[in-house]
């Protein structure tokens, strides 16, 4: 069975993804190390953390998370996760892991409630292996107060409308990233992670 690898760079929620994970089959370990991302045949990066904070602890890891992915290796980011693939935020300084250009933004605290909490819809903009079996206008959940933003539109898989319509998702290639927690949005979360074991397993 495929091993899948959750890197902990000191974000929270690493056993509810670790638990919705195994339960689409897949074998799930906890990591800190790059040989045992060099081992793994699918990356997890979690949220919930800061931005620079985390950047510390994914230096070591850096070099080898870029070489996993032009590899083919499947990668899955999941709020802070997905927004350590641009290159810098405007929650603090530092490189991110530049998978993609682009910034980290925050949301509009002057015309909506920041963070940005509960359950919301996703505007579907382009076909993706990790969005089978998912309709439009599907309710998932979120937790956070920032938001990517690519420089290259043909990545974003899905949007979400909060005070002002911003990237939900994103897909390209071996990279996958998600805004909201798929662990805690019920049967479509389920589903997105099922896809995501099936990308992994193909």
Request: with cysteine; aromatic share 8%; hydrophobic share 35%.
């Amino acid at each position: 069975m495929a091993n899948t690898t959750i890197f902990d760079y000191g974000a929270g929620n690493l056993l509810s993804l670790k638990t919705a994970l195994e339960k689409t089959g897949l074998t799930t370990t906890i990591a800190t190390t790059k040989e045992d991302l060099t081992q793994a045949d699918a990356i997890a990066l979690p949220g919930v953390g800061n931005f620079t904070a985390s950047l510390e602890k994914l230096a070591p890891v850096k070099e080898t998370i870029h070489t996993k992915a032009t590899q083919g290796t499947p990668i899955l980011g999941i709020c802070l996760g997905l927004q350590l693939f641009f290159q810098t935020s405007q929650e603090g300084p530092g490189e991110g892991l530049a998978l993609f250009k682009g910034e980290v933004k925050q949301l509009p605290a002057t015309t909506v409630k920041v963070p940005h909490m509960g359950w919301n819809t996703l505007s579907i903009k382009k076909p993706t292996e990790l969005l089978e079996g998912i309709a439009e206008d599907t309710y998932v959940y979120f937790v956070h107060s920032l938001y990517p933003d690519p420089k290259d539109p043909n990545i974003v898989a899905t949007q979400t409308y909060y005070g002002q319509t911003f990237t939900s998702a994103i897909a390209q290639k071996n990279i996958y990233g998600t805004q909201f927690h798929p662990e805690k949005s019920g049967e479509a979360g389920i589903q997105i992670l099922k896809n995501f074991a099936k990308i992994i397993v193909r």
